[in-house]
């Protein structure tokens, strides 16, 4: 009889730095279920890896008078390391410079943007640099820092466009999101009030994956 098959993940580490003891427990966390279900006999795949675009790494890279590759890859190296050191089980270690996956995300954009989900717009706000992320006012809520104003010409996925079968199906399945309190957030927070659409590309740096039909844009998501 087939096996069973079961698919777990930790995040896609971000490798500007070294990891951290938090990016440790959450491996161990993933590691332990992964074990858990190969003695239950399932087939698995169990993934970890590092998501390596980005403004932070092509500066930090700068900073150290070497390119963006250089930089993730000495990171890298240092970090799938550490998981070896652990005798972390992981099936495949992924990383978003991989020429394989680099080949598949510009697929995939292309592929999004022909069917209409993926559109150009521009995002306005205020920016924080190190967190690579947009906000509405004050300091980031991530990192406490200051941000600035910043317009940029951008592609946004439509996730709007998909909120209502969200909806539906997490009020059809209650169990899809554990626990509850994640469920009520996921739906409290974000799905009820309005999904809002994803920028996707950036313009004001290059160290990303190129969109074929407009080079001056890379995906970094």
Known sequence: MEKQKFYITTPIYYPSDKLHIGHTYCTVATDAIARYKRLQGYDVMFLTGTDEHGQKNELKAEAEGVTPKEFVDRVAGIIKG??????????HFIRTTDDYHEEQVKKIFKYLYD???IYKGAYEGLY??????????????DCGREVHPA???????KMSKYAQRLIDHINAHPEFIQPVARKN???NNF???????????R?????GI???????HVVYV
């Open 82 to 91: 550490q998981f070896d050191l652990m005798n972390v089980s992981y099936d």
């Open 128 to 141: 924080c640099t190190p967190c690579e992320s947009f906000w509405t006012d004050g300091k980031c809520p």
């Open 210 to 216: 190129p969109v074929d039909f407009d080079p001056k």
């Open 151 to 157: 317009k940029e010409e951008a592609y946004f996925f």
């Open 185 to 187: 957030e996921m739906m």
């Open 191 to 201: 799905l009820l009030p309005g999904l809002q659409d994803l920028c996707v590309s």
């Open 115 to 117: 069917k209409g989900d």
């Open 203 to 207: 313009t004001s740096f290059t160290w």
